[in-house]
């Protein structure tokens, strides 16, 4: 099967960036080593596709029959925790690499100048949605928290020069751009964490980044008053990533473990919690799904009390946290056992998207201002909204087969 040959996104690697350990590649069949087409992860493009499918599926708005596998269904975890968990697992990876052959300062230099890209990435959304609501007819309501306005409303609401503040700064834009913007911080944050890795204090990161995470339990603190940190508190999201980034670099002294007895009893354990966090979320009566496809063992309200305090996405509260670093560990062994039979018959596409990953994510930022704009899918209907749902996807992946626009967007 022929894929995307280009980079994971959320990162900047050369197209001839160096291949794995020698040690992984020599342990191509043991867990964390699962390789094809060439020095790439296939499983974690796979993870990352899964990610994207689901970001995608939930952003448009409209119930479908993916909605019944994606809004929390197996999980209390979204799409995007996937995304900055593997993310962050990719750069500890990859940049360990690059460190041991161009040194630190060209990696440092490589994921400023990603974290830069990524900002230039927001402008254009910022500027690109509000171009297309100036085409008269057009709602983009639900793009933008600027409401009905379009690009003339706004600038004579706030004036031209603080509109001008307001998109720099990213107080402003779509409300899907939200992944990328904290992006932005995180892989301008990343030299640091990635400097302290390499001088043997990840640990201490560790213990950093950890204190971070639980302080701001309690306290909900933004870093800025930009859009994207209203929604995913950097200081709280940065430990995911981190996490990441940590696991990523220590990814061959990992894998001896998860093989060792005791890390095939923390498997098991994270197995087992899987299952028990998927029951707990297949309570939730805020999914707009049909009654039938929920359990009704706790009581709404006692489900309520119990997600808001350890489920909170905004500052990904304990439970939260656990459950998405359970389902990465326990999906990746899961694929690895059986990667022929699921590479064969699902990872033509999620394999695709999933290398492209930052390519899909743009562009359906766009596509849903269209399909925003049509009337048929405000009605309800199930399978009208699961054939939309599968056009969108199809289309995204198609585009990313023939490379439309690769060299324009960035992957």
């Known amino acids: 099967m022929t894929h995307v040959p ?34 790439r992860d296939l499983i974690l493009d796979f993870l990352r596709g899964l990610a994207i499918f689901s970001m995608v599926t939930d952003h448009l708005l409209f119930v479908s029959g993916f909605s019944y596998l994606t809004r929390e269904r197996i999980g209390v975890v979204t799409g995007a925790e996937l995304f900055v968990l593997i993310s962050g697992v990719l750069i500890g990876h990859l940049y360990k690499q690059k460190i041991a052959k161009f040194g630190f300062k060209a990696a ?66 779509p409300l899907r751009m939200n992944v990328i913007g904290i992006y932005v911080v995180l892989m301008a944050g990343a030299p640091i964490a990635l400097w302290m890795l390499t001088r043997g204090r990840g640990k201490l990161l560790l213990l950093l980044s950890g204190f ?86 706790i009581p709404d309200h006692v489900f309520k009390r119990i997600y808001e305090t350890f489920f909170s996405r905004k500052v990904l509260s304990p439970g939260r946290m656990v459950n998405v670093i359970c389902l990465f560990s326990v999906g990746y062994v ?34 849903l201002q269209g399909v925003y704009q049509l009337p048929w899918f405000d009605e309800g209907n199930v399978w009208i909204n699961t054939a939309g749902t599968t056009g969108v996807l199809l289309l995204l992946w198609g585009m990313t087969k023939k490379k439309v626009l690769f060299w324009l967007i960035p992957r």
């Open 108 to 173: 440092a230099m490589g994921l400023l100048r990603r974290a830069a890209q990524l900002y230039v990435v927001c402008l254009a959304i910022i500027v690109g949605v509000f171009l297309f609501s100036l085409i008269p007819g057009v709602d983009t309501k639900l793009a933008t928290p600027w409401g009905m306005f379009n690009l003339r409303g706004v600038i004579h609401s706030y004036g031209m020069l603080r509109t001008i503040q307001h998109i720099l700064l990213l107080k402003c834009g």
């Open 334 to 367: 899961f694929l690895r056992e059986f990667w022929p039979l699921i590479d064969k018959w699902f990872g033509w596409f999620f394999v695709t998207i999933g290398q492209a990953s930052l390519y899909v994510y743009i562009l359906h930022v766009f596509l």
């Open 212 to 297: 971070a995470w639980v302080a701001n339990l309690k306290f909900e603190a933004r870093l800025s008053n930009t859009l994207f940190d209203s929604v995913f508190r950097v200081v709280s999201w940065q430990f995911l990533f981190v996490i990441g980034m940590i696991a990523g670099y220590h990814r061959v002294q990992l894998r001896e473990f998860l093989l060792s007895t005791r890390g095939r009893l923390l498997l098991l354990a994270a197995a087992v919690l899987c299952v028990g966090f998927c029951l707990f979320a297949l309570h939730n009566p805020d999914m707009d799904l049909s009654d039938t496809a929920r359990l009704h063992l």
């Open 6 to 39: 280009h980079l994971p996104p959320f990162s900047v690697a050369p197209a001839n960036a160096p291949g794995a350990l020698k040690a992984e590649t020599s342990a191509v069949h043991s867990t964390f080593s699962a390789r094809a087409g060439g020095s």
